[in-house]
């Protein structure tokens, strides 16, 4: 049990129709009669997951502070056009809206406990059976609906943006959980931006989950960014069913956080289908980063590429696992996945285990990872030309990252991403501008 506030009453009298009211108490129950993992266990294994179980959680009060609400349309603002946009401020929704154009063409967008057939009905969704899953479907105070009907194309992206408060008190830490079910129809196209950050330093659980059913011929495109404050914690979820000759891609970046734990599962269940996972991380301080991937071809003809790229500073950690998975029928699988981190600090580590589990031999799958200090010949290249080490050493950071960045098209988002990582990368170089890295 993770906090003795957290009852199924509690979930029960959250705001709602009875039949998400009567959900949620169910899921409370469930998750009162089982145990949360262990660090016994390999996969939480470097999680603070003893530390949630002590911790008095709470979960936030429903009426976010004017400035907090300013705050996040500012940053909708520097998005530029959107056909949607959507705010939400602990988990409660304060702002949803949508462009003559979406509105037009039959676009969806609303809490979820407005439609109970809509979320029974969907392919993606995972039955909440482990106790994260159960903590987000008990105490989730403002489940998202989206609907991109069949053949529409939006132009400008649709925006998600969460930001987490945390608890006033010093004893005390915010829960806050969002979850986003998606339909995207047949031969329809959009791009989802979902930004997650913090306003204020104050301790929070921040658990989000996000189902996504791309139709047949559906084109998605996510973009994906945690930005929360050095005392937040974060086990987020993500699960993407993919149709017959439909594409997805995720632009994955994660800066924030003190723990941040993201699974990632694409299965491409359509014949043809495909998809793609890129994700960059920077680790500073005692930042951990638990990325966990899943490629799963269900299909003959699927194709799915992962670039997944860390640097480590200070005494920061990383933890990759992925895991491609080819099922029996699927031949004509061509998937890769390759792992790639910098160590930018002698203290710093990085843990990197791909996996394939393949049943069929009429494939092509291959995977890749390395660890390492930064390339001294790039360094050296650019001192001998008079750059700056602490400069030389941003250069050659960013060049890293390019290759993922460079994949996201939206050009207001990825702009935000890079003043993001500028901003992390020039901190640890004013810090300690006479850097040594032994390899």
């Known amino acids: 049990m993770i906090s003795e506030a957290l009852t199924p009453e509690r979930a029960r009298g959250l705001d709602g129709p009875v039949w998400l009211a009567e959900k949620r108490f169910s899921a409370a129950q469930q998750l009162q009669a089982c145990a949360l993992p262990t660090t016994d266990l390999e996969e939480w294994r470097y999680s603070p997951i003893e530390d ?42 304060v702002h949803c809206s949508l462009s003559e154009q979406a509105t037009a063409a039959g676009v969806t967008l609303k809490l979820a406990g407005e439609d109970l057939a809509a979320l029974e009905r969907h392919p993606g969704t995972v039955a909440a059976t482990e106790s994260f899953d159960l903590l987000n479907e008990a105490y989730c105070r403002a489940p998202i609906y989206l609907r991109v009907p069949r053949n529409v194309c939006l132009a400008d992206p ?51 989950r996000n189902d996504i059913a791309v139709a047949r011929s559906a084109r998605v495109r996510l973009v994906q960014v945690n930005n929360l404050n050095s005392h937040s914690d974060q086990v987020g979820s993500l699960l993407v069913d993919v149709g017959q000759e439909a594409s997805f891609s995720l632009h994955y970046a994660s800066l924030g956080g003190n723990y941040s734990r993201g699974r990632f599962e694409v299965r491409l269940s359509g014949r043809g289908a495909s998809g793609d996972l890129n994700a960059l991380y920077y680790g500073q301080g005692h930042q951990t980063h638990d990325l966990r991937t899943f490629q799963t071809h269900d299909a003959p003809d699927t194709t799915s590429n992962l670039v997944f790229k860390g640097a480590l500073d200070d005494h920061s950690h990383s933890v990759y696992t992925g895991l491609i998975r080819v099922a029996e029928n699927a031949r004509g699988t061509n998937a890769t996945q390759a792992n790639r981190n910098i160590k930018l600090s002698d203290s710093a580590w990085a843990e990197s285990v791909p996996n394939l589990e393949i049943l069929n031999n009429d494939v092509r799958c291959a995977h890749a990872s390395a660890v390492g200090p930064i390339d001294e010949d790039q360094r050296f290249y650019l001192e001998s030309r008079g750059v700056p080490p602490e400069v030389a050493e941003r250069l050659v950071v960013a060049g890293f990252f390019e290759e993922v960045l460079a994949g996201i098209s939206h050009g207001p988002t990825c702009s935000l991403i890079r003043s993001l990582l500028h901003e992390a ?15």
Not at 59 to 87: H, K, N, Q, Y
Not at 171 to 195: F, H, M, P, Q, Y
Not at 425 to 437: C, D, H, Y
């Open 52 to 93: 949630w179980s002590s911790a008095e959680w709470r979960l936030p009060d429903s009426t976010p502070e004017e400035s907090v609400v300013e705050r996040a349309r500012e940053l909708l603002g520097s998005l530029g056009p959107l056909d949607a946009s959507l705010i939400l401020i602990d988990g409660a929704m």
């Open 158 to 208: 649709i925006a998600l943006i969460s930001l987490v408060t945390g608890s006033g008190q010093p004893a005390e830490a915010s829960l806050v959980t969002s979850r986003l079910v998606a339909d995207v129809g047949e031969n329809a196209e959009v791009a989802l931006i979902d930004w997650l950050g913090s306003a204020g330093d104050a301790r929070s659980l921040v658990v989000p």
């Open 425 to 439: 990368v020039s901190a640890r170089s004013t810090a300690q501008p006479e850097l040594k890295v032994r390899s």
